[in-house]
């Protein structure tokens, strides 16, 4: 069963207005975002990263679903499997609760179970978030909106590669990979002008995509503007090629938000040395995702972005 | 790593009040009870279990934290992890839905992921409840409290051990075993006159030496009063090995309140076919528990309840 047949069968459970439709990664209750991540070992994350780094980006990856919303950072309930490694699990907490001391985040319970010996490790956690006066949904995307981008692209999959290439790999790619930042400051400062937000988990293009369906409307990518990092740049140039894996590799949490075209987010407060760019449009004629290179349109690739399956990086184009 | 000594470390983490010291399954943000429940095949389900059974009983242990506060359901998040059998997991999700039908929570949100082939089946779920006026902690339990006891005990700990006898055994008990009912309405009638409550999933004896050491008394259980149900009897007597196994076996999710001595439960409005009987007394002196049966002291068993680990039943004694 693919993940989004599993969707289509949670959506028709999930049908109090609190769900969103199970459209936003998040559900809205009594002005609370509640959002869950489970990450697997060898699925989410490699059997040789840092444990402090797992802990670490666990709570991040659920705070960038918070970010996405514009709420604030409130409390967190953690399921923990114990490894049957002491170390290795003693440094998971201190991840866990690096992560939590840096943004605000009270771990206030959870559970503590085992495995069966030999079973990968598996871990999740419940993220609370207060909401801010806007919760700007998937949804809300509208024809002629402008779509800014939060953040840049491609780092951590080049990570992930480096480091699959060699796993004692070091370095800023590396680093992205292991420890993403959730965009927190930018998510609440672009929530009340925004008509459409989400985090970009699964790769640029997959996401978008996602965001046009939920909006009823078409998407367009300007490829040429996606913005790169100078460490990525390095690693993998610039070029088209490198500008396709870079919208479709995932485990970005950048923020993809849809404004009108009135708007200037770059007049908003934003942390210094926030990366924001305008990669593309919404109207309401053409295809769900269309791209352009040069003023020309690129073919969609045939891998969007990935659902989390047994492969690290299971290619899925979604048929809708 | 012990399950408590990774209680003892998160502790550390978890020092906002909403926590409530992770003493009580359950934490209280807002008005809101929130906890988390996860399970693991081979740890706390039986790879044969029918899996609508399993979809049920992961929501209803979550439930039983909420009944344990006095609180009403509100709303869950589910941790899915796709097996590769979507046979097993539809079904599953029919569990899922039925028990979230049968008490009144809405399923919101969570995540759905793959784990590596061959890796145990493991879900979890965030249970979230609305207080009511009062919430019983564990640690409200004071001198001369007397116990109460609602529900029967034993039944899915026999239900269980038909079941690793023969895994095609089936009746009341398995039932018990398989499908658990959380006390709501017993926790919300008794929550307003509950000096302390929990609820009992790792066994009376264990849970009840965690109450009386949270409320910083002693508390005394007599043996015979224990409440088995008339098909525990049948299957396993009423002697004093069975109470035994009953008082120690676990998975009961009864619930067990310190009330006033002065309070009489029986007059509260419980619905019909209720279970409550007085099994104990909290006092200031004494051994955080102790037991009697016939007006003589017995001496505490080996094993008083069972933390979940590898081993589905492994002995524990607290230490403390």
């Not at 609370?128 to 491609?154: F, H, K, N, Q, S």
């Not at 009340?192 to 009823?216: F, K, N, Q, Y």
């Not at 950048?254 to 908003?268: M, T, V, Y």
């Amino acid at each position: 069963m693919r993940e989004s047949q599993a969707i289509q069968r949670l959506r028709r459970i999930a049908t109090s207005p609190a769900a969103l439709g199970l459209a936003d990664d998040t559900a809205l209750l009594d002005g609370l975002i509640l959002t869950h991540d489970s990450i697997a070992e060898g699925v989410h994350f490699l059997p040789s990263d840092p444990p402090a780094s797992v802990g670490w980006k666990l709570v991040a990856v659920n705070l960038s679903d918070i970010a996405a919303k514009g709420a604030t950072p409130a409390a967190a309930l953690l399921s923990l499997a114990l490894s049957g490694d002491d170390v290795w699990d003693m440094s998971f907490l201190d991840g866990i609760e690096a992560a939590c001391e840096s943004y605000g985040l009270a771990l206030v319970g959870g559970d503590t179970i085992a495995l069966p010996a030999g079973a990968p490790r598996v871990f999740g956690l419940t993220a609370i978030g207060r909401a801010g006066e806007a919760v700007p949904l998937r949804r809300g995307g509208r024809d002629g909106d402008a779509l800014w981008l939060v953040g840049t692209l491609g780092d951590s999959a080049a990570g992930l590669a480096l480091l699959e290439a060699d796993a004692a790999a070091t370095g800023v790619l590396v680093d992205v990979y292991r420890r993403p930042v959730p965009q927190l400051a930018a998510g609440q400062a672009l929530a009340p002008h925004a008509h459409a937000m989400m985090d970009v988990s699964d790769g640029l293009l997959i996401d978008t995509m996602r965001l046009a369906e939920a909006s009823g409307v078409s998407a367009s990518i300007d490829l040429d503007v996606l913005p790169l990092s100078r460490a990525f740049v390095a690693e993998r140039s610039a070029d088209a090629e490198a500008r396709m894996f870079a919208a479709t590799g995932g485990d970005d949490y950048a923020l993809l938000a849809a404004l009108d075209p009135e708007s200037d987010p770059l007049r908003l407060s934003l942390p210094s040395g926030t990366t924001i760019v305008r990669i593309g449009t919404l109207s309401a004629e053409g295809p769900l995702l269309s791209l352009v290179s040069g003023g020309s349109p690129v073919p969609l690739p045939e891998r969007l972005g990935h659902e989390h399956r047994s492969n690290p990086a299971s290619p899925v184009v979604d048929s809708d």
